[in-house]
């Protein structure tokens, strides 16, 4: 199956969660796919945490490894675990968002993803963007359950570069679920899954097609 989309939104909660969830296939779309408008939006950049001071400059840097210009990188000041009682504020965030850059699919955090802040954000996005795909990621470190049903293929160059992207996040050198083995194992099994080299795996949250013949 090919499926396509001239304007692609991948949303994540934190810095590293767009490149952990899907990096590949955002390495994938930036150098092999023509005439894809993509945004990347982070509500959080999590700045009210004095350790974390670099961490803007690292998912600046780990975008422009998976080829996404800064001028393509969104993000927001929401407070890191109290997305929940900004609920209503990320909503409106996001209906912003659909009405300025009109999507055709949406990247947003899996359904067994167990994050308070990461909930927030594919529930809102649920409401925000109705009538469009949605494709759930896996956060490794917070998902419970998680089970890829959608699987797209990426190449050996996509797996590289996003091996490299995570590498920026020199903040988190101490954290497993970002290592070169884990990141190349998950896209492995996924590729396994679908019977190719290395693939990317979402839940699937909402699809909207349109079914043609072949002629």
Known sequence: MIFYGQKVLFL???PDD???GCGALLSHMMHVCEGCDVR??????NQKNPKLKNLIKEHYNSMQVLGVPEDKVILGAFETRNFPRDRQKILEFLYELNHSFCPDIVFAHSSADIHQDHGVVTTEALRAFRGRTVLGF???RSSYGFFPHFLVEV???DVERKVQALAQYKTYTDVYYTSPDITRS???RYGALAERPYAEGFDILRI??????SI
């Open 138 to 140: 896996d956060v490794l």
């Open 12 to 14: 994540g909660a934190h």
């Open 208 to 213: 909207v097609g349109n079914f043609k013949d």
């Open 40 to 45: 990347c939006v982070t509500l959080s950049d």
């Open 155 to 157: 190449n050996e160059d």
């Open 186 to 188: 998950t896209l492995v």
């Open 18 to 20: 767009i490149e952990i």
